[in-house]
């Protein structure tokens, strides 16, 4: 007879999860601004060497900014309003953070993120939602990054629970694999609505 796993910390990543890009116009305005596509300024914000370098705080965020900003020619006295504007458009999913503070105490809430060394500080300060969590792991402030194992590791050990007891949400595939092979219990994160049903079902509905 196989004994169904109990289920005893739910455990979300930030950036296109709880945290989302909801209006884009501040984006597009700034890479017409540039003369390149939204996409292409995205992926040099988030996808280049240099945030890799920052995600597991090789380098600070503020000069991968600088690399970034280097890059595309933005004159020094207009990069902090460019910087500004780049994160405008972005909204907490209060629905979903709502939900994770009544989980507990029932259950153990954590946040596990691929975020640069200011993440913490500039998160508290405009959204202030980090105390719905009763762990909450950015990369480069411990060195490490998804889909490296260690950093799963780390989040569960902090957490005091065994991979199978846990349950990660996150909206990359890649991590999504990484949290399955160490034995978690995993949910692709495709909109809010299919997300919060898809971890219900593995709580009982909660």
């Given amino acids: 007879?196989?004994?169904?796993?109990?289920?005893?910390?739910?455990i979300f990543d930030?950036?296109?999860?709880?945290?989302?890009?909801?209006?884009?116009?501040?984006?597009?305005?700034?890479?017409?601004?540039?003369?390149?596509?939204?996409?292409?300024?995205?992926?040099?914000?988030?996808?280049s060497p240099s945030s890799k370098l920052a995600e597991v705080g090789e380098i600070s965020e503020s000069e991968h900014w600088q690399r970034v900003l280097d890059q595309f020619g933005v004159a020094e006295q207009e990069r902090l309003a460019f910087r500004e504007a780049f994160w405008s458009g972005d909204r907490v999913d209060h629905t979903l953070v709502n939900w994770l503070r009544s989980l507990r105490p029932a259950y153990k809430t954590g946040l596990l993120s691929?975020?640069?060394?200011?993440?913490?500080?500039?998160?508290?300060a405009r959204f202030n939602f980090l105390d719905v969590f009763d762990v909450s792991l950015f990369s480069a402030e411990v060195g490490l990054r998804k889909p490296d194992e260690r950093f799963?590791?780390?989040?569960?050990d902090r957490l005091q629970v065994e991979p199978q007891e846990a349950v990660f949400v996150d909206d990359f595939p890649a991590n999504i694999e990484?949290?399955?092979?160490?034995?978690?219990?995993?949910?692709?994160?495709?909109?809010?609505?299919?997300?919060?049903?898809?971890?219900?079902?593995?709580?009982?509905?909660?």
């Fill in 1 to 10: 007879m196989v004994v169904p796993v109990m289920i005893r910390a739910v």
């Fill in 14 to 47: 930030m950036g296109g999860v709880l945290l989302r890009t909801e209006d884009t116009a501040p984006r597009e305005k700034l890479a017409q601004q540039l003369g390149i596509s939204r996409q292409a300024l995205e992926e040099a914000v988030f996808l």
């Fill in 114 to 124: 691929n975020a640069w060394d200011e993440a913490r500080t500039s998160i508290q």
């Fill in 152 to 156: 799963y590791r780390l989040i569960l």
């Fill in 178 to 206: 990484a949290a399955r092979q160490l034995g978690m219990q995993a949910v692709h994160f495709r909109s809010p609505q299919q997300a919060l049903n898809d971890v219900r079902s593995l709580l009982n509905h909660r």
